[in-house]
């Protein structure tokens, strides 16, 4: 073994210095011939004899040179270097040739690798913590619907019972009220974590203490923890913020440790808490908390799930009643359990396209390979005639695609990183995860590298096989003839351009599809002026606030002082701003029958200037008004939608109606009438993805005040003038109370578009890449196919052709394969756009006006990709041509 | 692990080289070809500069180690010694071809059949 070690460290060495191992051997051979001729002489030759018989003696010196460096060194390696010189020598004097092939890998190598980074963010890569695979989270499952959280109690016997986790942690998340006397009250991400949920995650706090484990025993001294962001930001990263006393949804706690900056775990959060759960939150079927956990080495996933699934069939016997359509408990890791849905889907279908266009430019630069590769196959014929093996020169070709697809790649890691950056700003949004970063890795450059390799192959071994295959002799002949292209060529490259042309057609229907459900969700607006209107949030939390009477109190000074703030035109309390609801309820009508359908409506909870404030007055009866005291009938307003589709022709008001929660059953008797008293405008008041607005019915506050309402503000001021404006309101009424997320309501349409303008943009910008690669390809192949047949042409027009049938001859062989691409391509759309589904609106994964469209638009860039080459073929003197050619 | 397989020839040879390096010591090329022509016409066929193939092949293993000096009509010239692992591999190699060398010598002087 060591022998073989040494050896090939040796052959390595003699590889890398190969000129001074030449140099020496050269002079070693010198002093054997200077040794044999003396010797020579000796026996009586003359000098010059000597020199003759001692040469021939030794051997050739230079074919020897050759043998020696072969058996020292690494030959295959030497080969291959010396193809590399020769492809790099190639491409630099075909300079067009490598820059557009170079060009195009690069931009289908770039692009897919930057679909590769999001994807491997959102999927591969998981929590950026130790031991990240051993964590799991944790539901009950439900008999139906997806999953559940679980209560203390229960979460107590999980952790009790299992033997397969190291640990079990469980948090609930909030947004919390932080008050202190250091700065204005402000709304943090909050959550109760038990005691060891730190030390499951492997994370260590930057100062002061983590928590302990009596810390979340009852009866315990209150503490907290802050996340370093929170900690620069409000407190300046002051070190004596430790010890120091915090309120939190009024609730007093001390500070005890401050957590690094990038941990945020579970949901974004800045401040933790201990889980102390008190009254009904301790009740079994509180179900709120979810809980994770911490595999033990050695154990894997379906052993867990196995346990688990005895676990929970113990608690089902020992707690019958409690268990009620429950089946099990379910794992998920923290990826499956938090980026799901349409995410998902959109992620999966950005990956499908990169690879797409990535397939299109292989299949160019296979194709720019193959017209070149025909240009060579004179030299190649050469060299198999001169005894070349078709492995070595296929070998050689191959290394020139290698080379390409290098330098593609290299070009193409810059085109990721940038590609990144774009993404990661676009995607920049306080609802992802936070352990979701758009970065380039190692794993990210080791796939960089593959698709290279990938790439080169794909776009190289076509042409090469091909090119090696022809029969030498032939060729030379036909070379010497200058004869037409033959059919094999171009049926080969035709088959590349009809591939390319029908990956385009996917590419290009599921970004027609994306942007017709963008201009779908752009075109849907409230139907109100919304010039200068501004919104803020305001929650009531805690123990203030538990009572309805407080909540109510709060609105009705707050509704009264806004009025008369100055600057603002008109101000107005809602739980829904358009086109947004307040929550959906199912409808019941007073003279319908017990089991007739419960549609699902709209509500949204109300203060008495909101449609005076929308500039919309009622259509009839009145509105909701401060009469309306909690004491008195439940009242409500329906928009005009409700009462024609539910009331048809007949007279709503003083109708009475009931809203049964949406998870309630249906019938409920404790759900709560309304008489109908107006009817408003129809304003959009659901979602934008609808089609048609919602029917809607409007409540009043103060019959049902809500913990969260949003404060509407028409004005003239700047958007933080007027919420320093507001917030002074606020603060005259509660000191403690926050007033947040200030946006206009251009933002929140920004915002709420968002989704659909990031996916058609992407798929925009992947669909115009594609598009330009395959005309670029098509029109490629026409040029070169005209210049080949440029003596064709000639004989043809000599013998009588018109330049009319000459075009024709040109352009038919584009619109065959146009047609064939168009054919295969509709129908690889109508299978592929399905997968988007979810993400379209208002349009259909077979909407035939986006197929037409894309049609039309590909045979326009293909007509034009065709002409150039047809009107020069119009253009070529018969006399040259054949004398030429 | 041994010598890497190699065809009867060049084994031959590779022994050749190692036993005279034992036997006379450090000696140049044309030297160690010379000698080994006079042991056999057959080992270097072809040329001379063949023996510099298999020089190559046994320093690359370290059975050999090589160095510049003078020769001994003042020439400047490269000689070769044997090194330790190149007598281990000498004795292990000519135990080897004694055995071989004897079973087919004892098979050889088999009388034939009456």
């Known amino acids: 073994m060591r022998t073989r070690w040494r050896s090939t460290l040796a052959r390595v060495r003699a590889f890398v210095r190969t000129r001074a191992f030449d140099r020496d051997f050269q002079e070693e051979l010198d002093s054997h011939l200077a040794m044999l001729t003396e010797d020579n002489v000796r026996r009586g030759m003359t000098p010059d004899a000597a020199r003759r018989a001692a040469l021939v003696r030794l051997g050739n010196p230079a074919a020897l040179g050759a043998r020696h460096r072969d058996i020292r060194g690494l030959p295959g390696l030497d080969t291959a270097i010396g193809d590399v010189r020769f492809a790099l020598r190639l491409l630099r004097k075909d300079r067009w040739f490598a820059a557009a092939a170079i060009v195009t890998l690069a931009l289908g190598i770039g692009v897919n690798a930057t679909g590769f980074t999001v994807v491997d963010a959102a999927f591969l890569r998981g929590l950026p913590f130790k031991d990240a695979a051993r964590l799991y989270v944790l539901w009950w499952q439900p008999r139906a619907g997806r999953r559940m959280p679980v209560s203390y109690p229960e979460f107590l016997d999980w952790r009790a019972r299992t033997r397969t986790f190291e640990g079990l942690g469980a948090y609930r998340s909030a947004t919390m009220n932080l008050s202190d006397h250091r700065a204005q009250p402000q709304e943090v991400r909050g959550a109760w974590v038990t005691a060891n949920s730190f030390d499951l995650i492997a994370e260590r706090p930057i100062l002061g203490r983590g928590f302990a484990a009596g810390d979340d025993r009852k009866g315990a001294a209150p503490v907290a923890i802050i996340g370093a962001g929170l900690w620069n930001a409000r407190y300046g990263g002051d070190t004596g913020v430790i010890g120091s006393p915090i309120a939190l949804?009024?609730?007093?706690?001390?500070i005890v440790g401050v957590m690094p900056a990038d941990l945020k775990f579970p949901d974004n959060t800045d401040v933790w808490l201990p889980l102390v759960p008190t009254g009904p939150q301790a009740r079994r079927d509180a179900r709120v908390l979810r809980a994770f956990g911490l595999l033990r080495r050695g154990e894997d996933r379906r052993s867990a799930q196995a346990e688990m699934n005895a676990v929970a069939q113990g608690i089902f016997a020992a707690y019958p009643g409690a268990s009620d359509g429950l089946t099990g408990i379910r794992l998920e890791t923290f990826t499956e359990a938090f980026v799901g849905g349409a995410a998902r889907t959109m992620f999966l279908a950005v990956l499908g396209a990169v690879w797409l266009v990535l397939l299109i430019a292989c299949a160019n630069v296979a194709n720019l390979l193959l017209s070149r590769s025909i240009h060579r196959r004179h030299e190649i014929a050469v060299r198999i005639a001169l005894g070349a093996s078709r492995r070595r020169v296929v070998g050689q070709l191959l290394i020139e695609s290698a080379v390409l697809g290098v330098a593609g790649g290299l070009l193409g890691l810059a085109v990721t990183v940038w590609g990144i950056h774009a993404f990661a700003a676009a995607i920049d949004d306080p609802g992802k995860p936070f352990w979701l970063s758009f970065t380039v890795d190692y794993t990210v450059f080791g796939y960089v590298a593959a698709v290279c390799l990938a790439a080169a192959v794909l776009s190289g071994l076509a042409p090469a096989l091909h090119v090696s295959s022809t029969g030498s002799g032939d060729v030379l002949k036909e070379?010497?003839?200058?004869?037409?292209?033959?059919?094999?060529?171009?049926?080969?490259?035709?088959?590349?351009?009809?591939?390319?042309?029908?990956?385009?057609?996917?590419?290009?229907?599921?970004?027609?599809?994306?942007?017709?459900?963008?201009?779908?969700?752009?075109?849907?607006?409230?139907?109100?002026?919304?010039?200068?209107?501004?919104?803020?949030?305001?929650?009531?939390?805690?123990?203030?606030?538990?009572?309805?009477?407080?909540?109510?109190?709060?609105?009705?000074?707050?509704?009264?002082r806004l009025v008369a703030t100055s600057g603002v035109e008109s101000a107005a309390l809602t739980t829904g701003v358009p086109p947004f609801d307040g929550g959906e309820r199912r409808l019941a009508l007073d003279r319908s029958t017990a089991d007739a359908?419960?549609?699902?409506?709209?509500?949204?909870t109300i203060g008495a200037r909101y449609f005076q404030l929308l500039n919309r007055g009622l259509l009839r009866g009145r509105t909701l008004s401060a009469a309306d005291r909690a004491a008195g009938p439940a009242v409500a307003v329906i928009n005009q939608r409700l009462a024609t589709r539910f009331f048809a022709g007949a007279d709503p008001i003083g109708r009475r109606i009931q809203l049964i929660p949406s998870g309630g059953e249906p019938g409920a008797h404790a759900a709560p009438w309304y008489t109908i008293i107006g009817i408003s405008p129809t304003i959009r008041q659901g979602s934008l993805e609808d089609r048609d607005p919602n029917p809607v019915v409007y409540l009043s506050y103060r019959q049902d005040p809500p913990a969260r309402m949003t404060i509407l503000v028409r004005s003239r001021m700047a958007p933080v003038a007027v919420?320093?404006?507001?917030?002074?309101?606020?603060?005259?009424?509660?000191?403690?109370?926050?007033?947040?997320?200030?946006?206009?309501?251009?933002?929140?349409?920004?915002?709420?578009?968002?989704?659909?303008?990031?996916?058609?943009?992407?798929?925009?910008?992947?669909?115009?890449?594609?598009?330009?690669?395959?005309?670029?390809?098509?029109?490629?192949?026409?040029?070169?196919?005209?210049?080949?047949?440029?003596?064709?042409?000639?004989?043809?027009?000599?013998?009588?052709?018109?330049?009319?049938?000459?075009?024709?001859?040109?352009?038919?062989?584009?619109?065959?394969?146009?047609?064939?691409?168009?054919?295969?391509?509709?129908?690889?759309?109508?299978?592929?756009?399905?997968?988007?589904?979810?993400?379209?609106v208002g349009v259909g994964p077979a909407d035939p006006i986006t197929y037409a469209a894309i049609a039309i638009l590909l045979v326009i860039v293909s007509a034009a990709a065709c002409f150039v080459p047809a009107r020069r073929a119009t253009r070529v003197d018969p006399l040259t041509a054949i004398r030429d050619a | 692990m041994t010598?890497?397989?190699?065809?009867?020839?060049?084994?031959?040879?590779?022994?050749?080289?190692?036993?005279?390096?034992?036997?006379?010591?450090?000696?140049?090329?044309?030297?160690?070809?010379?000698?080994?022509?006079?042991?056999?016409?057959?080992?270097?066929?072809?040329?001379?500069?063949?023996?510099?193939?298999?020089?190559?092949?046994?320093?690359?293993?370290?059975?050999?180690?090589?160095?510049?000096?003078?020769?001994?009509?003042?020439?400047?010239?490269?000689?070769?010694?044997?090194?330790?692992?190149?007598?281990?591999?000498?004795?292990?190699?000519a135990e080897n071809w004694e055995r071989v060398a004897g079973t087919i010598g004892r098979l050889l002087q088999l009388a034939p059949r009456r």
């Open chain 1, 723 to 840: 919420l320093s404006e507001v917030r002074r309101e606020v603060q005259a009424i509660d000191r403690d109370q926050p007033l947040t997320t200030i946006q206009t309501f251009d933002q929140m349409m920004a915002s709420s578009r968002w989704p659909y303008r990031l996916s058609s943009g992407v798929f925009g910008l992947l669909g115009v890449i594609a598009l330009v690669l395959s005309a670029v390809g098509l029109y490629g192949v026409m040029a070169y196919s005209v210049a080949q047949r440029t003596r064709e042409i000639g004989v043809r027009v000599a013998l009588g052709a018109t330049w009319r049938q000459i075009r024709w001859l040109v352009l038919r062989r584009g619109a065959l394969q146009l047609a064939a691409g168009l054919a295969i391509g509709a129908i690889a759309a109508l299978g592929a756009s399905r997968i988007l589904g979810r993400m379209l």
């Open chain 1, 249 to 254: 949804d009024g609730q007093t706690a001390t």
């Open chain 1, 597 to 604: 359908p419960r549609p699902f409506v709209s509500t949204v």
């Open chain 1, 479 to 560: 070379g010497a003839r200058g004869a037409t292209e033959g059919v094999r060529t171009r049926w080969l490259s035709g088959a590349m351009i009809v591939a390319e042309l029908s990956l385009s057609v996917v590419l290009l229907v599921g970004a027609g599809l994306m942007l017709r459900s963008f201009l779908n969700v752009a075109g849907r607006d409230p139907g109100v002026p919304t010039d200068g209107l501004t919104m803020m949030h305001v929650q009531l939390l805690g123990e203030r606030y538990a009572t309805a009477e407080a909540r109510r109190a709060f609105y009705d000074r707050l509704d009264s």
């Open chain 2, 3 to 93: 010598a890497p397989k190699s065809d009867i020839l060049q084994g031959t040879l590779d022994l050749m080289v190692l036993k005279a390096l034992d036997a006379l010591g450090p000696m140049h090329g044309y030297g160690l070809a010379k000698r080994i022509e006079q042991i056999s016409e057959e080992a270097l066929r072809v040329n001379q500069g063949t023996i510099y193939l298999c020089l190559v092949r046994l320093l690359q293993n370290g059975w050999i180690t090589a160095a510049w000096g003078t020769s001994e009509n003042h020439r400047k010239a490269k000689f070769y010694a044997i090194s330790r692992a190149g007598r281990r591999q000498l004795v292990s190699e």
